[in-house]
């Protein structure tokens, strides 16, 4: 009868979700899913969603979100990568879908769903089983999607020092589902007997933001680093109230993360996450505190439980302390690869130099770093054309190819200016013999 789940005034217990996903992995079985199917999701936040999230995985499919601000082409192809042939779905989302395929309705079908049993069905999987699939952005100009198995959830969530589990914490799911960071929110929370919030659905400025810290007495919380700057910057008491802070997916400013440190009550943490989607949100983590001091560059920290980071040069050799590097990371948070990419995954997942078991690999990420001496990692930046915009990676490749399909484009290429809090994309074009290009016309194409 614990509360799992608070949306508003309204709540729903575990029991209460544990029968509703039941009821619908039992709907999903009868229109066919199997173990290893991949079933689209595509709900705004709301306790469907999460209940959608946890019927796909007990009918042993694997789901497969999809932003409903994407453009609906941008849909379109990422069900048809992912040979998705079922979307749950809510009615709002219908002119974004294509018009193939089954779509259950989660807003409409109540009745339907409430005549399915409210017992668990009998569907084995284990941890390589695939969970879910995630699309990042393509150099190509066509996304990629990373496919995550249950192991990458446990390994993050499960037997993890780098914060705080438990049925105490009071966690706020506000990051896009089809965003990583949502796995640490949800499955950290539920996986825990924990009471996750779901913020609305709708986009908060950082006054509601604060309003729902304060109200929910949220203790667990994720932010991108460009949303903590802000936070720490207009709504800094609602932020120093939260007892565990997770930020990342970019620097963090390091005049900003000294002033909420010394905001800090006692046993309050910040902590710095770094790691790509391909290992399952968090590679490597560092606990800031209030007597913390930071008088450089805030470092990306060490592995987490069960994972592992080298910085290698070009021929997977270890460099020195001091010397920077690319960093390969590993571990049982490692995804399969990429679906239908097996070119782009041996690419990537490369063979581990330093296996201890046959068949180990690890992730290449493209990213620049250094060791300390204390054996925490400084970033560097990258070492390819990937950038991260609001916490989000953006290959420029794909952006580049977006325009160069514009009409009368000849060439364009783009590049990232600003600083970490107010990064920006900006593209230069020229146009082909005879044709003349406007940018508010590429603008609207990009969107």
């Known amino acids: 009868d614990a509360v799992a789940l608070v949306q508003g005034e309204a709540t729903l217990t575990y029991a209460q979700l544990d029968a509703r996903a039941n009821q619908l992995a039992h709907h999903l079985r009868a229109l066919g899913i199997t ?12 306790f469907e969603l999460v209940v959608a999230l946890l019927a796909i995985l007990k009918a042993g499919a694997a789901f497969v ?102 049925p105490d914490e009071v966690w706020l799911q506000f990051a896009p589902v089809a965003f990583d960071a949502s796995t640490l929110e949800i499955w950290g929370a539920l996986l825990h007997g924990a009471k996750l919030v779901l913020a609305p659905p709708h986009a908060l400025t950082l006054e509601d933001l604060a309003a729902q810290l304060r109200h929910h007495r949220v203790t667990s919380l994720w932010l991108t680093a460009a949303l903590f700057e802000q936070m720490a910057l207009h709504q800094a008491e609602a932020l120093a109230g939260v007892r565990q802070v997770l930020a990342g997916g970019d620097v963090l400013p390091a005049g900003r993360v000294r002033e909420h440190l010394a905001r800090l009550p006692e046993g309050a943490v910040l902590i710095n996450g770094y790691g790509p989607t391909e290992n399952t949100t968090f590679s490597t983590t560092l606990s800031l505190h209030r007597n913390t001091v930071v008088d450089g560059p805030v470092s990306i920290g060490r592995p987490i439980s069960n994972a592992t980071a080298y910085v290698l040069d070009a021929h997977l050799r270890p460099v020195p302390v001091g010397v920077a590097g690319e960093v390969y990371v590993g571990g049982s948070g490692l995804a399969w690869g990429y679906l239908h990419r097996p070119d782009l995954t041996a690419e990537r997942f490369v063979p581990h130099p330093f296996a201890t078991m046959p068949g180990e690999r690890l992730y290449r990420t493209g990213d620049k770093a250094r060791f300390r001496e204390d054996g925490t990692l400084d970033f560097l930046g990258r070492v390819d054309f990937q950038v991260k915009v609001r916490g989000f990676r953006i290959e420029l490749g794909e952006v580049e190819a977006a325009l160069r399909a514009a009409s009368g484009v000849n060439e364009a290429v783009v590049i990232a200016k600003g600083a970490d809090g107010d990064k920006r994309l900006i593209g230069y074009v020229t146009a082909r013999p005879g044709h003349t290009v406007d940018a508010d016309g590429l603008k609207a194409g990009l969107k």
Not at 102 to 109: I, K
Not at 128 to 143: C, D, I, K, N, Q
């Open 65 to 166: 979100p999809v932003d409903r601000n994407a453009p609906v082409e941008r849909i379109a192809m990422l069900l048809e990568d992912a040979d998705v042939e079922v979307v749950l779905t809510h009615q709002p989302f219908a002119s974004l879908l294509p018009t193939t395929g089954t779509r259950v309705w989660l807003d409409a079908q109540q009745d339907v769903l409430g005549s399915f049993p409210t017992h668990a069905p009998d569907v084995h999987v284990d941890g390589e089983s695939l969970a879910y699939v995630m699309f990042t952005s393509g150099s190509t100009g066509r996304p990629k999607g990373v496919c995550v198995p249950h192991r990458g959830i446990t390994r993050l969530v499960l037997g993890s020092t780098f914060m705080r589990f438990g």
């Open 35 to 46: 173990p290893g199917a991949r079933v689209g999701l595509a709900i705004e936040r709301s």
